[in-house]
C-alpha cells in the first residue's frame, strides 16, 4: 500500500474521487460535538498510543468487526478518531441548516485543531499528519450496516487526502474524502449522538472509549447501564490482560473523570461489575431541524442553534483553492450490552432502565 505521505503530496490525478465530488468547505464557525453510534460501541481503534500491528477481530449479536493497521503507520488510535468526530460535526451542522455537504471535505487545520482542543503549533500540525496517515492506512471490514445482497464492507477511515504547503513548508489547507460507510451513518441522524465537548480533554484511551460506550449505552436514563467488567474488556479491542484493564477500570472509577457520568464497580460472586449513570450531564438532546437522507424508522439529534454564517457549501470560502461551485436522547442501548445482567441487577437494586427494549 502507498504510503500517506505519497497521496498527500500527489496531484489530482486520473481516478481521484475528488473529481467526481462536489467539496463541502468548511467555513468558519462552531459546531457541537457529534459522535457516530456504531464507533462508540464496538472496537475501531487502538485505545494504546503505542504503535499496534495486531488486528482487532470483534464479533457479537451476529456482527463482526475487523481492524487491520499498516506496519508503515499502525492501526488508527482513539485520539485519531477526533478526526471523523470533527467531521460528523460539521456534516451534521450543515445539513441542520439546510446546506449540502459531501464526503470531500476542505479545511484549515486551525480548524479541525481548534474544534477538537488542541493547540495549533508545528507540532500540532505534524501529529494531525500522522492521524491522517493512519486513518487512511487502517483496514476496517465489517457487516454492520450491510446490503440486502451485501455481506460485508471494507474500507479506510480516509480514502485519500491533501494538503497545501507554502514555500517554506507553512500547511494552509487540506482536504479529504470520508468513505461512504462513514458518511452514510453521518447523514442518518438516528446514528449520530452530541457529545460533551469535555470528552477532548480525556487523555488517557481506555477513559476516552469508556466515555463513547457510557454516551451510546447509558445514555440519559436515569439508572444508566450495567456491564460485565470481562464484557467490557472484550468489547473494547485491549490488548492488555484482563486483571490489567480492569485495574485501569477501578483507577478510572476512582477519579471519576468521565463528563456527566459516574462509575460504580462492584463484585457479584467471581463477576466484576460496573454501572455506568449519568450525572449531572451537560449534553442534552436536540431537535432535528432536516429531513435525513438515510432514514432508520427511528429519531435523531439535530442543530445545536450554531450560526449560519459558520457554514457554506459549494461557495468559495477560502482562498486556497480555485473557486469551485459546487427530541432524541439515547434512551435504549442494544443487545450486546448485558441486559440480561441489568435485568438482574434491577430486581435487586431498582435499576429501572434494565427492561427496555435495546436498539
Given at each position: 500500500?502507498?504510503?500517506?505521505?505519497?497521496?498527500?503530496?500527489?496531484?489530482?490525478?486520473?481516478?481521484?474521487?475528488?473529481?467526481?465530488?462536489?467539496?463541502?468547505?468548511?467555513?468558519?464557525?462552531?459546531?457541537?460535538?457529534?459522535?457516530?453510534?456504531?464507533?462508540?460501541?464496538?472496537?475501531?481503534?487502538?485505545?494504546?498510543?503505542?504503535?499496534r500491528?495486531?488486528?482487532?477481530?470483534?464479533?457479537?449479536?451476529?456482527?463482526?468487526?475487523?481492524?487491520f493497521?499498516?506496519?508503515?503507520?499502525?492501526?488508527?488510535?482513539?485520539?485519531?478518531?477526533?478526526?471523523?468526530?470533527?467531521?460528523?460535526?460539521?456534516?451534521v451542522e450543515?445539513?441542520?441548516?439546510?446546506?449540502?455537504t459531501?464526503?470531500?471535505?476542505?479545511?484549515?487545520?486551525?480548524?479541525?485543531?481548534?474544534?477538537?482542543?488542541?493547540?495549533?503549533?508545528?507540532?500540532?500540525?505534524?501529529?494531525?499528519?500522522?492521524?491522517?496517515?493512519?486513518?487512511?492506512?487502517?483496514?476496517?471490514?465489517?457487516?454492520?450496516?450491510?446490503?440486502?445482497?451485501?455481506?460485508?464492507?471494507?474500507?479506510?477511515?480516509?480514502?485519500?487526502?491533501?494538503?497545501?504547503?507554502?514555500?517554506?513548508?507553512?500547511?494552509?489547507?487540506?482536504?479529504?474524502?470520508?468513505?461512504?460507510?462513514?458518511?452514510?451513518?453521518?447523514?442518518?441522524?438516528?446514528?449520530?449522538?452530541?457529545?460533551?465537548?469535555?470528552?477532548?480533554?480525556?487523555?488517557?484511551?481506555?477513559?476516552?472509549?469508556?466515555y463513547?460506550?457510557?454516551?451510546?449505552?447509558?445514555?440519559h436514563?436515569?439508572?444508566?447501564?450495567?456491564?460485565?467488567?470481562?464484557?467490557?474488556?472484550?468489547?473494547?479491542?485491549?490488548?492488555?490482560?484482563?486483571?490489567?484493564?480492569?485495574?485501569?477500570?477501578?483507577?478510572?472509577?476512582?477519579r471519576?473523570?468521565?463528563?456527566?457520568?459516574?462509575?460504580?464497580?462492584?463484585?457479584?460472586?467471581?463477576?466484576e461489575?460496573?454501572?455506568?449513570?449519568?450525572?449531572?450531564?451537560?449534553?442534552?438532546?436536540?431537535?432535528?431541524?432536516?429531513?435525513?437522507?438515510?432514514?432508520?424508522?427511528?429519531?435523531?439529534?439535530?442543530?445545536?442553534?450554531?450560526?449560519?454564517?459558520?457554514?457554506?457549501?459549494?461557495?468559495?470560502?477560502?482562498?486556497?483553492?480555485?473557486?469551485?461551485?459546487?427530541?432524541?436522547?439515547?434512551?435504549?442501548?442494544?443487545?450486546?450490552s448485558?441486559?440480561?445482567?441489568?435485568?438482574?441487577?434491577c430486581?435487586?437494586?431498582?435499576?429501572?432502565a434494565?427492561?427496555?427494549?435495546?436498539?
Amino acid at each position: 500500500m502507498p504510503g500517506a505521505d505519497h497521496h498527500a503530496r500527489r496531484r489530482l490525478g486520473e481516478g481521484s474521487e475528488r473529481e467526481r465530488l462536489d467539496p463541502f468547505v468548511v467555513a468558519t464557525g462552531d459546531a457541537s460535538p457529534r459522535d457516530q453510534r456504531d464507533l462508540m460501541e464496538r472496537p475501531f481503534f487502538s485505545l494504546a498510543k503505542a504503535r499496534r500491528i495486531a488486528p482487532i477481530l470483534y464479533e457479537a449479536g451476529g456482527q463482526r468487526v475487523e481492524v487491520f493497521g499498516m506496519p508503515e503507520h499502525g492501526m488508527a488510535t482513539i485520539w485519531d478518531a477526533d478526526v471523523l468526530i470533527w467531521a460528523a460535526s460539521q456534516i451534521v451542522e450543515a445539513e441542520n441548516h439546510g446546506l449540502r455537504t459531501s464526503r470531500f471535505l476542505r479545511f484549515t487545520p486551525y480548524q479541525l485543531l481548534q474544534a477538537v482542543g488542541r493547540a495549533t503549533g508545528a507540532r500540532e500540525y505534524r501529529l494531525l499528519k500522522g492521524a491522517l496517515a493512519r486513518l487512511q492506512s487502517t483496514v476496517i471490514r465489517t457487516t454492520i450496516r450491510h446490503g440486502e445482497h451485501w455481506r460485508r464492507h471494507q474500507f479506510s477511515w480516509i480514502n485519500e487526502w491533501e494538503e497545501l504547503t507554502t514555500r517554506d513548508g507553512h500547511v494552509e489547507g487540506m482536504e479529504f474524502v470520508l468513505p461512504d460507510w462513514f458518511y452514510r451513518g453521518v447523514i442518518d441522524r438516528s446514528l449520530v449522538l452530541t457529545i460533551d465537548p469535555a470528552y477532548f480533554r480525556l487523555t488517557g484511551g481506555i477513559e476516552r472509549w469508556l466515555y463513547r460506550v457510557a454516551r451510546k449505552h447509558a445514555g440519559h436514563q436515569q439508572h444508566g447501564w450495567l456491564f460485565e467488567v470481562a464484557h467490557l474488556h472484550e468489547k473494547s479491542g485491549s490488548l492488555a490482560r484482563l486483571s490489567d484493564f480492569a485495574l485501569d477500570l477501578r483507577r478510572i472509577a476512582a477519579r471519576q473523570p468521565l463528563p456527566g457520568y459516574r462509575l460504580d464497580i462492584w463484585r457479584e460472586g467471581r463477576r466484576e461489575m460496573m454501572q455506568i449513570r449519568p450525572s449531572g450531564l451537560s449534553t442534552v438532546p436536540v431537535y432535528n431541524r432536516v429531513e435525513t437522507l438515510v432514514t432508520s424508522g427511528a429519531n435523531g439529534i439535530g442543530t445545536s442553534g450554531a450560526a449560519l454564517s459558520g457554514f457554506r457549501a459549494h461557495e468559495p470560502q477560502l482562498s486556497l483553492w480555485p473557486e469551485t461551485r459546487n427530541p432524541a436522547a439515547n434512551l435504549e442501548s442494544n443487545k450486546e450490552s448485558n441486559s440480561s445482567l441489568l435485568a438482574r441487577a434491577c430486581a435487586t437494586r431498582g435499576a429501572g432502565a434494565a427492561g427496555r427494549r435495546s436498539s
